[in-house]
């Protein structure tokens, strides 16, 4: 198998510039955006303060009620931009970490870098007190330094095996989250409240703030991911072929790793640990997309969309209480879980 059969898709060229599309991985990317739109449209519109398309056109334009006005650009919007970003940041993360694991299981939160990273932000809360741009940090570094130790662990005879770092991976998820619930319960009454709701994974009360710095550290780290992720679809042809190619395999396993979970972790810190996005946007990314490879660009819009549809199922579903997006994102994707296993079982 050559590289070119490998990564399928027509070559373009542009100036000196080479660049290869795959026409369907742009349609899909089309719709993928479309639905966001949509649910995008929709979360601006439902609410305490229903407006209508007209409403959202002038408040866009300047000449809306400053009551609609501080609603959208207020709370609304922010919080679907964060929404946006979050789930852009943890689709791409799980399309890496599904690659470099081989395994459709083996994205961050269930081998264990969220839980690294929702450990440190709440022993981080707990311990020091904290603020969001504390515990964002202590996130971001908590889920690569569980990362590291989980590849150092499953690092055998100069490789890190695919299901070796997942095996390890869970285990690792295991002790920190019982690291976790040992810190909560030690923990003032205060602290344990302001624990359980940011564990809970949550989009409310997220602004521009937020979504400032969520942007800032995805265009710091989306990059280098680009650029690793064209060495990572070639490792997934195995190995010995990728290093017979010149690919330097643990060197780019272990930087896409350190990026993948960086990324994770910057979600995890600005929403608390959503679940199954990771896991869940590129099954979808692949099953419309249908081609070979590392999906990142689908995978992410694909969390976009799928993280922005939860969180208007948890602000409009009425079930007397304000659901936290991340219980919702866990009920959809504990279903779709069980879903793929009895299938391929």
């Not at 599309?21 to 601006?44: D, E, K, W, Y």
């Not at 081989?102 to 839980?115: A, E, K, M, Q, Y």
């Not at 922005?308 to 079930?319: E, K, T």
Request: hydrophobic share 55%; glycine share 12%; charged share 10%.
């Amino acid at each position: 198998m050559t590289t070119a059969s490998f990564l399928p898709g027509r070559l373009v060229r542009v100036g000196r510039a080479t660049f290869r599309i795959h026409p369907r991985t742009v349609v899909v990317l089309c719709v993928l955006a479309a639905v966001f739109l949509v649910t995008g449209v929709l979360s601006l519109m439902l609410g305490s303060i229903s407006l209508s398309l007209a409403d959202l056109w002038d408040v866009a334009t300047g000449d809306a009620r400053p009551a609609y006005a501080r609603s959208v650009l207020g709370r609304k919007l922010p919080r679907l931009l964060t929404a946006a970003l979050v789930g852009l940041c943890l689709g791409m993360s799980g399309a890496i970490v599904q690659s470099l694991t081989r395994n459709p299981l083996g994205s961050p939160d269930i081998v264990g870098f969220t839980t690294g990273a929702a450990t440190a932000a709440v022993m981080q809360i707990v311990i020091f007190g904290g603020g969001p741009l504390a515990t964002g940090i202590a996130a971001m570094l908590g889920g690569i330094g569980t990362a590291i130790v989980v590849y150092l662990l499953a690092r055998r005879d100069g490789a890190s095996g695919g299901l070796r770092l997942v095996l390890v991976g869970i285990g690792t998820g295991s002790l920190l989250g019982a690291v976790t619930s040992l810190v909560t319960i030690r923990a003032s009454l205060d602290d344990a409240t302001t624990v359980q709701l940011w564990t809970a994974g949550s989009l409310t009360g997220r602004g521009w703030p937020h979504v400032i710095a969520l942007a800032l550290a995805a265009i710091v780290l989306i990059p280098p991911l680009v650029v690793l992720a064209k060495s990572t679809t070639l490792i997934e042809m195995g190995d010995d072929t990728a290093q017979a190619i010149g690919i330097p395999v643990e060197r780019i396993r272990f930087l896409a790793l350190l990026v993948a979970v960086a990324l994770a972790g910057v979600a995890t810190g600005a929403a608390g640990p959503i679940a199954f996005i990771a896991f869940a946007a590129p099954h979808v990314a692949r099953i419309l997309v249908r081609t070979p490879g590392v999906l990142l660009w689908t995978s992410g819009i694909a969390g976009a969309a799928l993280l922005a549809a939860a969180d208007l199922l948890a602000q409009h579903v009425d079930i007397s209480l304000r659901t936290p997006v991340g219980l919702v994102t866990s009920l959809l994707g504990g279903i779709y879980l069980l879903w793929l296993l009895a299938r391929r079982l």
